[in-house]
T-cell receptor, first 115, second 112 residues
Framework: DGGITQSPKYLFRKEGQNVTLSCEQNLNHDAMYWYRQDPGQGLRLIYYSQIVNDFQKGDIAEGYSVSREKKESFPLTVTSAQKNPTAFYLC??????????????FGPGTRLLVL | DAKTTQPPSMDCAEGRAANLPCNHSTISGNEYVYWYRQIHSQGPQYIIHGLKNNETNEMASLIITEDRKSSTLILPHATLRDTAVYYCIVRPSTGTASKLTFGTGTRLQVTL
């Protein structure tokens, strides 16, 4: 079954704790993205990666870190430096063909709650 | 990226066509119009996109005006499962990676 998977569906974080959100895709997509969504608002880009071992900051990268060691995986770590981490986190991926990004497809999301 | 304007909410009776408008008056010649929808607590679902011509797929039709300053997403026979927030987005057709700028969208409520 092809697609983008995110785990866990719900995640609880204690104060001062780092947590890692998983994103895996078996679509052979080149680019992967992390967005954050707050209640009643649109999505904001955290980080994105076009190729393995390379990634760029988005609009709200502070307090987050990523890695791209494999094409199919793009985990996001929410560090203790992120002071307001409670949100819905969405991973997306897309092909890059002929140097052009194609349609982004989204995973089901992870809801992070701070205890 | 060009900004889009959508009505905050719309209602549609089940079985009728849902016509969701979007204004993108500052769109550039190389920008696509994309539509996604998001059902509560799920990831956004891609619906359709177009550049200049009208487009149709198994989910919906996209009508883009000749001047490209506005578009309409048409769900031909809305069902209760189409209740969601619908986002109209413009995005460059060139470049290797770009963010999608989601606004607040249109909340479509399909009723019996």
């Amino acid at each position: 079954d092809g697609g983008i998977t995110q785990s866990p569906k719900y995640l609880f974080r204690k104060e001062g704790q780092n947590v890692t959100l998983s994103c895996e895709q078996n679509l052979n997509h080149d680019a992967m993205y992390w967005y954050r969504q707050d209640p009643g608002q649109g999505l904001r880009l955290i980080y994105y990666s076009q190729i393995v071992n390379d990634f760029q900051k988005g609009d709200i990268a502070e307090g987050y870190s990523v890695s791209r060691e494999k094409k199919e995986s793009f985990p996001l770590t929410v560090t203790s430096a992120q002071k307001n981490p409670t949100a819905f986190y969405l991973c997306a991926s897309s092909l890059i063909r002929g140097g052009v990004q194609e349609t982004q497809y989204f995973g089901p999301g992870t809801r992070l709650l701070v205890l | 990226d060009a900004k889009t304007t959508q009505p905050p909410s719309m209602d549609c009776a089940e079985g009728r066509a849902a016509n969701l408008p979007c204004n993108h008056s500052t769109i550039s010649g190389n920008e696509y119009v994309y539509w996604y929808r998001q059902i509560h607590s799920q990831g956004p679902q891609y619906i359709i996109h177009g550049l200049k011509n009208n487009e149709t797929n198994e989910m919906a039709s996209l009508i883009i005006t000749e001047d490209r300053k506005s578009s309409t997403l048409i769900l031909p026979h809305a069902t209760l499962r189409d209740t969601a927030v619908y986002y109209c987005i413009v995005r460059p057709s060139t470049g290797t990676a770009s963010k999608l700028t989601f606004g607040t969208g249109t909340r479509l409520q399909v009723t019996l």
